[in-house]
């Protein structure tokens, strides 16, 4: 009888992927949809009347409306990997400095502090981003726009550190103290010992916190709603524009669209590839683990 | 123990970073405290907000943000609890069922927040919602089929499932297998046994699991946005089908939306250092009792 | 330098290790009560006692390894070839070079077995691939599982037997050329196959090695060893040639131990 309950998880996933494409899927088969936006046009760059060139806008209130999802992931994208660029490194040396050369006092104090920055929620983030991140790099650096991919990305990263160093720490700490004997009983220095024994052995773990972190990245709103600009602008390299990601591309275009209209199916077109993307990930995730698992306990 | 040149290296390196994090951390609270703290009054606290949003309390939003947290709480936790026992005690190890549920709550953990805003919208509101009104209301306008605190509160119960599972199955693992074993040896059943003598024993435990999914909850935006969460209500909601105010959507929304940002600031951080000290003192409590639960089990 | 000190270090001596008045202490537990052993050169000297004697902590003291334990203290003379290791000015990663170290439960790191060979080697700093090629089979020959391994050198040293591991990390130590090796009771891990197999090893071993060998089975050290000391308490009852020890005892306390009356 207890198993019903159990069941619940099951179910709310499915659910969550079946209504959420419910109200994406009549597009396939709508004759309003397919006059205001075709599912080429969604995918692949096209010349618009005005423009001289073949482009990926996202532009749902022009004229006509576009509806060219590219700029938008390209936006998640940019802002996700420059999150991670700056929380996996500082992430993983936290654990580091905390698991193998801190004295058990500082650690008592640090862990439960860098914990502390897990439970900001990211509203608060965002709004820390939004204040105080955007001033002072606008002071230090002198950006264009003042919310733009960068500032984003440093209020992505305080989310996603905690969850990296967490769980680095926990696969530091889990590496057998006798390996570290035999290195050093070996002749090694403690910094030989962290970098060729304990992180390599910790490795399975790292990486199984590195694909949550970007997970997480991926998935975050409320911060990239605030911080990034918002501006759907399909630009790859340059970390100072602004840009607009799928998660708050859905948070903020959502509440202006009526029910069942081209715009809003698309929406739920990208919440499902959003569902998707971060579906896959956790397979990888766990793909990565026991693979890695494998090749570091037995052949 | 000797270090060189490579060590000092690596733990200057590891140490920077972690004082990088603690800066931020502490530059954030710093100005949440010293921009919000002298907000704070017992009439900022009590009453409601004016007009322009900017003046006034923001007593709505916290009645808000404690009415549906405290609804998600008495749906969700039942079912958390439930699945988590189901998996400890009942379900084999390597049971397919099992499995697939462990995977899909792992998978639950990952969905991106504003995925679980679209499934709020796609299936409580227009779906179970929509279906009640057809079958219920005979008037025109929506009275289940709408943005409230019931559906609000139901879509974060389905979001912080995860974080109660997890949690309460960590507990019940820690209570010592003799203890069931005893009890079973006197007859009695395995419902009887997990009613009587593990839940009891993993009581703190599970309590900090709920602690962290009610702080987890509290905190979330993007599910609420387009499920209840409302800009601005001059009355307090009495009924579950009623719209709510709540402290990070007023964050967010005074943040983004707010015509003069400027005059928004004092009740901007005034606002955030209430939603920051509720979700820190659920974390505080979540951890001493954590840490006493532990203690128990050490012999 | 002290006087003292000066008369050890000039005295000449056949001796590859010199322990004086050693003691090491946990906190205020005196664990190793002054304890006065030479350890010849080419020979393997066994250390028998009973468990919590403190055979252990004075080997782990030899290559300084009890450096890495909290409050732990060590105090007296211990020379090799008559420099004292514990002297201000020496670095204990040196004093680990030349004196190697096999652990009780065999700790493989979770690398290919070359790579757990070539360890040593790579971390001091050798960079030929020839030199490291060269050396880990030499090792792996010297510590009799080059025939076993040559064609998985490869794979994972996690996939090899319990016996198979520890002779990895005899090969391991044996590869950064060490003066002395000591061992904490390298086969009470192993079945009696792979216990003989190490047994053997270190008869061979002992051609070029200086030996130290913890172990509790008396019939082990009994196999192996050429000289035994034998600990009870913290302290060192007796010494001497392993013949002698078992079967002329000259203290009480030995002959006990040795006929099984405690232990």
């Known amino acids: 009888m207890i198993a019903v309950f159990a069941l619940a998880a099951i179910v709310a996933i499915v659910l969550i992927f079946v209504f959420i494409a419910r109200q994406a899927i009549p597009m396939f088969w709508e004759t309003d949809f397919a006059q205001e936006a075709s599912l080429r046009d969604l995918f692949f760059a096209k010349q618009w009347p005005g423009y001289d060139h073949p482009v990926f806008v996202w532009q749902p209130v022009g004229e006509p409306e576009k509806f060219n999802v590219v700029p938008l992931f390209v936006g998640s994208l940019k802002v996700t990997l420059l999150a991670m660029f700056m929380s996996v490194p500082l992430g993983i040396a936290c654990a580091i400095f905390l698991a193998l050369y801190a004295p058990r006092a500082v650690r008592e104090v640090v862990k439960p502090a860098i914990e502390l920055l897990a439970g900001v929620p990211s509203v608060v983030l965002g709004f820390f981003a939004l204040m105080v991140i955007a001033s002072w790099a606008q002071a230090t650096f002198g950006f264009h726009f003042r919310l733009n991919a960068f500032v984003a990305a440093i209020g992505l990263a305080l989310a996603v550190v905690p969850v990296i160093f967490t769980i680095a720490e926990d696969a530091i700490q889990s590496v057998p103290q006798t390996l570290q004997e035999a290195a050093l009983a070996l002749g090694a220095r403690k910094y030989q010992v962290a970098l060729r024994v304990v992180l390599p052995a910790a490795l399975p773990g790292i990486a199984a916190g590195v694909v949550l972190g970007f997970g997480r990245a991926v998935g975050e709103t409320m911060i990239v709603l605030m911080a990034s600009g918002n501006a759907a602008v399909m630009e790859l390299f340059d970390f100072t524009s602004s840009v607009r990601t799928v998660t708050a591309t859905i948070a903020a275009e959502l509440g202006e669209v009526a029910q069942g209209d081209a715009h809003w199916r698309v929406l739920f077109l990208l919440g499902v590839m959003l569902f998707a993307v971060t579906f896959v990930l956790n397979l990888i995730g766990d793909l990565i683990i026991q693979r890695l698992h494998k090749k570091l306990t037995a052949s | 123990m000797k270090y060189t040149r490579k060590d000092w290296l690596l733990v200057g390196v590891a140490g920077i970073s972690v004082g990088v994090i603690l800066l931020i951390l502490a530059v954030l609270l710093g100005q949440v405290v010293f921009n919000g703290a002298p907000v704070i009054s017992m009439e900022f606290l009590t009453e409601s907000p004016g007009a322009d949003m900017v003046s006034g309390g923001i007593w709505p939003a916290i009645y808000g943000t404690v009415y549906v947290t405290l609804l998600m709480t008495l749906a969700g936790v039942p079912v958390g609890i439930a699945t988590a026992v189901y998996l400890s005690e009942y379900a084999s190890a390597s049971s397919r069922l099992a499995r697939l549920v462990r995977l899909a709550v792992n998978n639950l953990a990952g969905v991106p927040s504003i995925v679980f805003g679209l499934f709020g919208l796609g299936f409580f509101i227009i779906f179970v919602g929509g279906g009640m009104d057809a079958l219920l209301n005979d008037g025109p306008t929506p009275v289940w089929g709408k943005p409230s605190i019931l559906w609000a509160s139901l879509t974060l119960a389905v979001l912080t499932l995860p974080v109660v599972i997890v949690t309460t199955e960590e507990a019940l693992k820690r209570v010592p297998r003799e203890l069931r074993d005893a009890s079973l040896a006197l007859g009695a059943t395995r419902f009887q046994t997990v009613y009587k003598v593990v839940l009891p024993n993993a009581k703190s435990g599970i309590l900090t699991g709920v602690i962290l999914a009610v702080s987890r909850g509290a905190g979330e935006v993007a599910p609420i946005i387009f499920c209840g969460a409302a800009n601005f209500l001059p009355y307090l909601p009495t009924d579950p089908r009623d719209m709510f105010m709540h402290l990070g959507y007023h964050v967010y929304a005074l943040a983004t939306q707010s015509p003069n940002v400027d005059a928004a600031r004092p009740t901007l951080f005034g606002t955030v250092l209430v939603l920051l000290t509720l979700t820190f003192s659920l974390n505080l409590l979540a951890v001493i009792l954590r840490a006493r639960s532990r203690a128990a089990f050490r012999l | ?263």
């Open chain 3, 1 to 263: 330098m002290s006087e003292s000190e000066a008369a050890i270090a000039e005295v000449p001596s056949s001796a590859k290790m010199e322990t004086r008045n050693v003691s090491v202490f946990y906190g205020s537990n005196h664990a190793v009560r002054n304890v006065d052993l030479d350890i010849p050169d080419r020979s393997v000297t066994a250390l028998i006692g009973p468990s919590g004697c403190g055979k252990s902590s004075y080997l782990r003291a030899l290559n300084r390894m009890n450096d890495t334990i909290d409050g732990c203290r060590v105090e007296g003379h211990i020379l090799l070839d008559g420099q004292n290791i514990y002297s201000r000015g020496i670095d204990p990663v040196e004093v680990r070079r030349r004196v190697g170290m096999v652990f009780q439960k065999s700790n493989p790191f979770p690398k290919s077995v070359f790579d757990n060979v070539a360890f040593g080697l790579r971390i001091g700093g050798e960079t030929d691939k020839d030199v490291i090629a060269q050396r880990v089979e030499e090792s792996l020959k010297g510590a009799a599982l080059w025939d076993e391994v040559k064609d998985r050198l490869q794979s994972s040293a996690l996939g090899l037997s319990g016996g198979q591991q520890q002779r990895v990390c005899i090969a391991r130590c044996l590869a950064v050329w060490p003066e002395v090796i000591l061992m904490d009771e390298p086969a009470s891990a192993l079945d009696p196959i792979a216990t003989a197999k190490i047994e053997e090893l270190i008869r061979e071993l002992r051609e070029r090695y200086c030996i130290v060998i913890v172990t509790h089975s008396m019939q082990q050290a009994a196999r192996v060893s050429d000289s035994t000391a034998f600990f009870y308490m913290g302290e060192l009852v007796e010494q001497g040639k392993t013949e002698e020890i078992f079967t002329r005892p000259t203290k009480k306390r030995t002959e006990e131990y040795i006929s099984g009356r405690f232990g």
